[in-house]
């Protein structure tokens, strides 16, 4: 149980171009959705913390209009990374929990983004 | 901000040995987890230890948790060219989860 997918795997795009990032649930509802992204040979770097039905909560240093994020329902949220760049290049894996304290977190494949 | 510190950072160890990987963290979290990620690949969960002296083994790992030390390890018993990958720990308060810098293992045969 506890399957989250992303989707999709591997996207390469131009420079200006926005890209859609999609996680889902498949098995659970998660009410908190978590966006991360990892740069080559680095640990995880939490984004932004999403709840079903509000406003995502962006970490210090992540523009919000830029990595513009919906979880509209409890089983999807979205990541659009808007105008995208050369430095946007990265990894980016979703997570999902039931919503409860201290549940574990249970991570999609991950999206690979390369912005040429 | 919970601060989640690993070492070493590369490890290099040959196959047969033993060794220890440390996760040190900054709060007073008493939930520490252990996640692997291999090239290219997401994250993939190993354990979850729940409480102070939590002792938890799979195969050739097995993790500890000491929450007054606020440490936890994992040990790798008679390591094998399979176990070659990035291991991460991870802690948390409420929801929010830190994760460590990350421990690059590689095991030569």
């Known amino acids: 149980g506890a399957v989250v997918s992303q989707h999709p795997s591997r996207v390469i795009c131009k420079s200006g171009t926005s890209v859609k990032i999609e996680c889902r649930s498949l098995?659970?509802?998660?009410?908190?959705m978590f966006w991360y992204r990892q740069f080559p040979k680095q640990s995880l770097m939490l984004m932004a913390t999403s709840n079903e039905g509000s406003k995502a909560t962006y970490e210090q240093g992540v523009e919000k209009d830029k990595f513009l994020i919906n979880h509209a329902s409890l089983t999807l949220s979205t990541l659009t990374v808007t105008s995208a760049h050369p430095e946007d290049s990265s990894f980016y894996i979703c997570s999902a929990t039931l919503g409860k304290h201290n549940q574990p977190q249970h991570f999609g494949d991950g999206t690979r983004l390369s912005i040429l | 901000e919970l601060k989640v510190e690993q070492n070493p950072l590369f490890l290099s160890m040959q196959e047969g040995k033993n060794y220890t990987i440390y996760c040190n963290y900054s709060?007073?979290?008493?939930?520490l987890y252990w996640y692997r990620q291999d090239p290219g690949k997401s994250l993939e969960s190993l354990f979850v230890?729940?409480?102070?002296?939590a002792v938890k083994q799979e195969g050739r790992l097995m993790a500890s948790l000491d929450t007054k030390a606020r440490l936890s390890t994992l040990h790798i018993t008679a390591a094998v060219h399979d176990l070659s990958a990035t291991y991460f720990c991870a802690s948390n308060t409420g929801n929010q989860f830190y994760f460590g810098t990350g421990t690059s293992l590689t095991v030569i045969p």
């Open positions: 709060t007073t979290s008493d939930r």
């Open positions: 098995d659970f509802q998660a009410t908190t």
């Open positions: 230890l729940l409480s102070n002296g």
